[in-house]
């Protein structure tokens, strides 16, 4: 059946609206602490890393060889999330909906504050939700359509959305129960949704292998980011946070899918709904950031479109006046999500507006995220010039953090060595062997320093004011005469979690004291600043997409 011009107006210009808007605000910031991390890992090649599945540093590599830059970089991102609402407009169109319908969906994931995030910089969630919400619309044609051949398509598509990213996993099963609910064990007689569970399979086979060769060091990641999150977050806060991430007034739309879809309206819809609660539920009980659901909106809000589509049909000043709000808060939401304004302006607009309630610096975290990092470099082939000659060809560079080293390694001098670091995968690549007689450092505990060298003193400090709390204030240590090689001792650097190391006596200080804060942990699942009893604050690094 041919597309109605209403609909064509409504989703070409919901996709062309996002593509433009991300395109122009591209280069506004600079390159975010993961980007820097992506690309890296993108230069080493493999099938996983250690904090996350191996597509969003394939395409990154692929950024590269295009010639580099804000553009190449983030552009996957960009029409991933433009791709996102293409789908959901396929999905409503294949639940019946009208315009109206597409309308309410699209609409719904363009003010959202967590869409509009995701699809701004190069990210895991964006493409998680890309090929889950590609999985679902196929799912739904082998359903209704009973196209055989669709099951491989999905499988398809279900093995790139775990390439993206592992908690793909947890919607994988969430569907396949609710498939089960749904239909009984008959849906499962054939082999087609067999067949495209194990092209599913298939794509992730050389990740799992990767996994077994070293350790599985995704789950020991997994288990502290899990611990930190709740530590950090609480659980409540996650049922709190969809509001914030989600837009308060997609709320009766995604409800009206959900509710209907448990209802069993339509058939097709039920599985979705079902996945939408279970993801919910497991969540909320083990402690998740209020993204992690990202992957399950784009369904639901299909079908509460279509829903509220016949409902509004009748009532067009309703329509009229709920749309028209959607996208006007929509628009101050994109506000301090995007990179419109000085961040300084935004964080003053947070501040003024909400600042009773949560620090901004909780809400504009990754905005911070993409600022100091050729400063960082900068810094560090300062000191890097400043040694001796003779001292420069044995010196190496040490950070504490994956967006530290990534920034060194990104924007350092052709003269001045690449970074090394113990967190995440750069712990699996391990120390260069030819450097580090002459240490230069950040972002690591004096204490651990100086017990592996004679030598360790202050040359200078890195301050960025608009960068992260934790990515300005740090001291830059010079450390000489090693009592042993750094690989003897690389162990206690590895860090697959994202707080930062104290040592023995709590009392290393990673920024000056006037930085500290004595506001709680941030909510909303923001990562924030970590406060224990006997400690300065240490704060871990962002995770975008984590």
């Given at each position: 059946m041919p597309w109605s011009r209403a609909s064509l107006i409504v989703v070409g210009t919901a996709c062309l609206v996002e593509f433009v808007v991300h395109l122009v605000l591209v280069k506004e910031y600079g390159y975010h602490g993961d980007e820097l991390y992506f690309l890296d890992c993108g230069r080493r090649l493999a099938f996983g890393?250690?904090?996350?599945?191996?597509?969003?540093?394939?395409?990154?590599?692929?950024?590269?060889a295009m010639g580099g830059g804000l553009v190449a970089l983030r552009l996957p991102a960009i029409l991933a999330g433009a791709g996102t609402l293409l789908l959901s407009a396929l999905l409503v169109r294949e639940w019946g909906g009208g315009w109206r319908a597409q309308l309410l969906a699209l609409g719904s994931l363009l003010v959202a504050p967590a869409q509009l995030r995701i699809r701004a910089m190069l990210n895991i969630p964006v493409f998680e939700v890309l090929w889950c919400t590609a999985t679902a619309y196929l799912v739904v044609r082998a359903l209704s359509r009973r196209e055989r051949w669709t099951w491989l398509?999905?499988?398809?598509?279900?093995?790139?959305?775990?390439?993206?990213?592992?908690?793909?996993?947890?919607?994988?099963?969430?569907?396949?129960?609710?498939?089960?609910?749904?239909?009984?064990?008959?849906?499962f007689a054939s082999r087609w949704p067999w067949l495209g569970a194990s092209?599913?399979?298939?794509?992730?086979?050389?990740?799992?292998?990767?996994?077994?060769?070293?350790?599985?060091?995704?789950?020991?990641?997994?288990?502290?980011?899990?611990?930190?999150?709740?530590?950090?977050?609480?659980?409540?806060?996650?049922?709190?946070?969809?509001?914030?991430?989600?837009?308060?007034?997609?709320?009766?739309?995604?409800?009206?899918?959900?509710?209907?879809?448990?209802?069993?309206?339509?058939?097709?819809?039920?599985?979705?709904?079902?996945?939408?609660?279970?993801?919910?539920?497991?969540?909320?009980?083990?402690?998740?950031?209020?993204?992690?659901?990202?992957?399950?909106?784009?369904?639901?809000?299909?079908?509460?479109?279509?829903?509220?589509?016949?409902?509004?049909?009748?009532?067009?000043?309703?329509?009229?006046?709920?749309?028209t709000a959607m996208l006007s808060t929509g628009a101050v939401f994109g506000v301090v999500s995007l990179p419109l304004l000085p961040l300084q302006t935004v964080d003053g607009?947070?501040?003024?507006?909400?600042?009773?309630?949560?620090?901004?610096?909780?809400?504009?975290?990754?905005?911070?995220?993409?600022?100091?990092?050729?400063?960082?470099?900068?810094?560090?082939?300062?000191?890097?010039?400043?040694?001796?000659?003779?001292?420069?060809?044995?010196?190496?560079?040490?950070?504490?953090?994956?967006?530290?080293?990534?920034?060194?390694?990104?924007?350092?001098?052709?003269?001045?060595?690449?970074?090394?670091?113990?967190?995440?995968?750069?712990?699996?690549?391990?120390?260069?062997p030819s450097r580090g007689a002459v240490l230069i450092a950040y972002g690591v505990p004096l204490e651990l320093l100086e017990r592996h060298y004679q030598v360790c003193r202050e040359h200078t400090r890195i301050e960025v004011p608009l960068a992260r709390p934790m990515d300005t204030g740090l001291p830059v240590y010079v450390c000489e005469q090693p009592r042993g090689a750094m690989a003897?001792?690389?162990?206690?650097?590895?860090r697959f979690g994202h707080k930062l190391p104290i040592g023995p006596s709590g009392s290393e200080s990673y920024r000056p004291e006037s930085s500290r804060t004595d506001d709680p942990a941030y909510p909303f699942g923001f990562t924030a600043p970590h406060r224990t009893a006997s400690t300065r604050w240490a704060p871990p690094d962002a995770a975008a997409g984590h």
């Open positions: 890393y250690v904090d996350h599945a191996p597509l969003v540093p394939w395409l990154a590599r692929l950024s590269e398509a999905a499988g398809g598509a279900l093995g790139l959305a775990l390439l993206a990213k592992h908690s793909a996993l947890l919607w994988a099963a969430a569907l396949a129960i609710g498939l089960l609910v749904t239909y009984g064990r008959s849906l092209l599913a399979s298939a794509l992730l086979v050389p990740n799992l292998a990767w996994q077994a060769q070293h350790g599985f060091p995704t789950l020991e990641f997994l288990g502290a980011l899990r611990a930190q999150v709740v530590e950090q977050q609480g659980r409540a806060l996650f049922a709190a946070g969809q509001l914030l991430y989600f837009h308060p007034l997609t709320v009766p739309i995604w409800v009206a899918g959900v509710v209907s879809g448990l209802r069993q309206q339509k058939p097709e819809v039920r599985p979705f709904a079902l996945l939408f609660v279970l993801l919910f539920a497991f969540f909320l009980l083990a402690g998740g950031k209020p993204y992690y659901l990202a992957s399950a909106y784009p369904p639901v809000l299909a079908a509460g479109g279509v829903v509220l589509e016949r409902w509004l049909e009748q009532r067009p000043f309703e329509r009229r006046a709920f749309v607009i947070l501040r003024a507006a909400l600042g009773w309630v949560v620090p901004p610096i909780a809400l504009t975290h990754d905005l911070h995220g993409m600022f100091g990092w050729r400063e960082h470099a900068a810094t560090i082939d300062s000191v890097y010039q400043a040694l001796p000659e003779a001292k420069r060809r044995q010196a190496g560079v040490l950070t504490g953090s994956y967006s530290q080293a990534g920034a060194i390694n990104q924007f350092r001098s052709p003269g001045t060595p690449p970074a090394v670091s113990g967190h995440m995968t750069y712990y699996l690549w391990g120390p260069d003897t001792w690389w162990h206690e650097l590895r």
